[in-house]
């Protein structure tokens, strides 16, 4: 399973940006897709995610101003992000788990987001 994430890059503060990630492999029938993040110094942290039964979880951070999507016949997990501030700068990773027998856990390469003061 690969996961490809494009839509990252520079916004000014308030600015909006929309990630997608498409999964290259069926996504089975239980599975949660989501997006992490990592800024120079700091843990990877959650930033959003969702289940195959549209369950949404938002880290406290992002609540209000990123939505989490996903479209299944597409295999894409999108993440839209409005009102972005300077310490949303990271790069964000997709991520995928997959029920295959057991829990298998994928990640993409990761997009750079710059968000400018």
């Known amino acids: 399973v690969q996961l490809q994430a494009y839509g990252g890059g520079l916004v000014e503060a308030g600015g909006s940006l929309r990630l997608s990630c498409a999964v290259s492999?069926?996504?089975?029938?239980?599975?949660?897709l989501g997006w992490f993040r990592q800024a120079p110094g700091n843990q990877r942290e959650l930033v959003a995610t969702i289940s195959d039964r549209n369950i949404r979880n938002y880290a406290d951070a992002t609540k209000g101003r990123f939505t989490i999507s996903r479209d299944d016949s597409r295999r894409t997990v999108s993440l839209q992000m409005n009102d972005l501030k300077p310490e949303d700068t990271a790069v964000y990773y997709c991520?995928?788990?997959?029920?295959?027998?057991?829990?298998?856990?994928?990640w993409g390469q990761g997009t750079q987001v710059t968000v400018s003061s």
């Open positions: 492999s069926a996504l089975g029938r239980h599975n949660v």
């Open positions: 991520n995928a788990n997959i029920f295959d027998q057991r829990w298998q856990t994928y």
